[in-house]
């Protein structure tokens, strides 16, 4: 049921059980009122007859005349039948009444207010004692008259009402349609957008109700915004990270394919087991990284660089073997351990093999490139030309590379380094190699920014 028929289902249910409960409120009030307002009458008409034809009653019986009763030429619209009027002496004698008082009960004990039957008909009586008790008057009316007086007063205010009713749900349904057009205009927007479209929807003309589910709606936008940017993300991470271990399978392949031996086909296919291990592994790295980066905690432990350095440098070897560049790895002096951190293992190894890639992928062709560990550094040096201010400001963002590159790239590989860098409280700083030609990459802890000076080249 739609939400416009469920708030007309309440109206039409609700409204007359208000109406009904006014209703017997206003009878309430209208009883009260006219039973104040013919009560005030009884005790003044029994005052009356008291104080003017006290002085006659003495020994005599007199029966007053006839009123007029409803459809004589001088009653008008009254009807006297349902009013009476009766004295007693002090021996319970009628001493006089007028026609419908002759029926009223003689009750000289009592004095006030009494409903009671009167000839099969309810009515209300008052009792009035005279001062030295030697008579007793009382006043009556048929409780019908007020009754009538009650319902035609009531019914009066009613009718209208009721025939006013059907324009009165009219109104109430456009009142309700009304009402729930900024609902409408809502589901209409929603409906005709893109399923890209993840712009907020302006709440500032909303109804006050309507603010909350906006607001709420337009959160989880930014959720999915944000998630559809991971998911961009992963895919293009995991392109970049790919390209280098599919080239490496790919080569070992051909030198499967091409052995001429079974030692050196058996050699071959080792290294080919080993590079879909690494290939594994890979996947493995790059969906803990997309973990991490969706808000998963990092699974730490205290790193050993000797296996992550084999890692990375045996992923760049064959990249380093075709341009003619030569690794190495420097480390501490004895007794000193090499930069201790507490990460994930695998997420580092990803770093510093983008690290390796991009000094080998942009060193000059026949020069070296040299990594060296400090015990609170990690530095990557290779020969290369320092980068312009611009060319260094935009360093690490994603899909750019400086132009006037030749070899391949998709500008994620400082990306992904500084990303990982960052979720290991560690930062990358780039600038050129003191006193010499080349580039160097340092990953340390708080290390200063330089704001101008040379860049590495990403990859």
């Known amino acids: 049921m739609s939400l416009q028929r469920r708030l007309l289902l309440y109206l039409l249910i609700c409204a007359p059980l208000v109406w009904g409960l006014a209703l017997y409120v206003s009878i309430s009030r209208a009883r009260h009122e006219v039973n104040e307002l013919y009560d005030t009458e009884l005790i003044r008409l ?39 009027v009766a004295v007693w002496d002090a021996d319970g004698r009628l001493a006089l ?13 009592r004095a006030g207010f009494f409903d009671t039957q009167v000839e099969g008909r309810e009515w209300r009586l008052y009792y009035l004692q005279s001062f030295d008790g030697r008579w007793l008057v009382a006043a009556g009316q048929g409780a019908y008259e007020r009754d009538e007086l009650v319902y035609g007063l009531t019914l009066s205010q009613v009718v209208p009402w009721l025939l006013m009713l059907p324009f009165l749900l009219a109104l109430m349904a456009w009142a309700v349609r009304r009402a729930l057009a900024p609902m409408g205009a809502l589901a209409a927007d929603l409906r005709h957008r893109d399923a890209d479209d993840l712009r ?23 959720r999915i915004d944000s998630l559809l940017v991971r998911e961009r993300r992963f895919t293009a991470d995991a392109a970049h990270e790919l390209r280098t271990p599919l080239a490496v399978l790919r080569a070992q392949w051909e030198v499967v394919r091409r052995s001429s031996s079974p030692r050196e086909r058996e050699q071959a296919e080792r290294r080919l087991d080993a590079g879909l291990d690494r290939m594994a592994r890979l996947v493995t790295q790059m969906l803990a990284l997309s973990r991490v980066e969706s808000g998963a905690a990092l699974v730490t432990s205290e790193i050993d660089w000797t296996p992550i350095v084999e890692q990375a440098m045996g992923d760049c070897l064959m990249l380093a073997e075709r341009r003619r560049i030569e690794l190495a790895c420097e480390w501490p002096p004895a007794g000193s351990h090499p930069m201790p951190l507490l990460g994930d ?24 490139v040299l990594l060296r560990f400090s015990a609170s550094t990690v530095e990557v040096d290779n020969d290369g030309p320092p ?7 935009r360093l690490g963002e994603r899909f750019y590379r400086p132009d006037g590159q030749q070899e391949i790239g998709s500008g994620l590989g400082m990306s992904i380094a500084r990303r990982i860098a960052t979720l290991h409280g560690l930062e990358l700083d780039v600038g050129m190699r003191d006193g010499v030609q080349g580039v160097r990459v340092r990953l340390g802890f708080a290390a200063p920014r330089h704001a101008g000076g040379a860049g590495a080249r990403a990859g």
């Open 46 to 84: 029994a005052r009356q007859v008291q104080s003017t034809l006290g002085p006659a009653l003495e020994g005599t019986t007199t029966t007053l005349p006839p009123a007029a009763g409803k459809g004589d030429a001088d009653a008008g619209e009254a009807d006297v039948r349902d009013l009476a």
């Open 200 to 222: 907020a929807i302006p709440g500032d003309s909303a109804p006050v109700e309507l603010r909350p589910m906006i607001g709420a709606m337009n959160g989880l936008f930014v």
């Open 97 to 109: 009444s007028d026609r419908e008082g002759v029926a009223l009960p003689y009750r000289p004990q």
């Open 345 to 368: 293992a695998h997420l580092l190894t990803v770093l510093l093999r983008n690290l390796l890639d991009n000094a080998v992928r942009y060193a000059p062709e026949g020069t070296g």
């Open 387 to 393: 980068l312009s201010g611009e060319q260094l400001s």
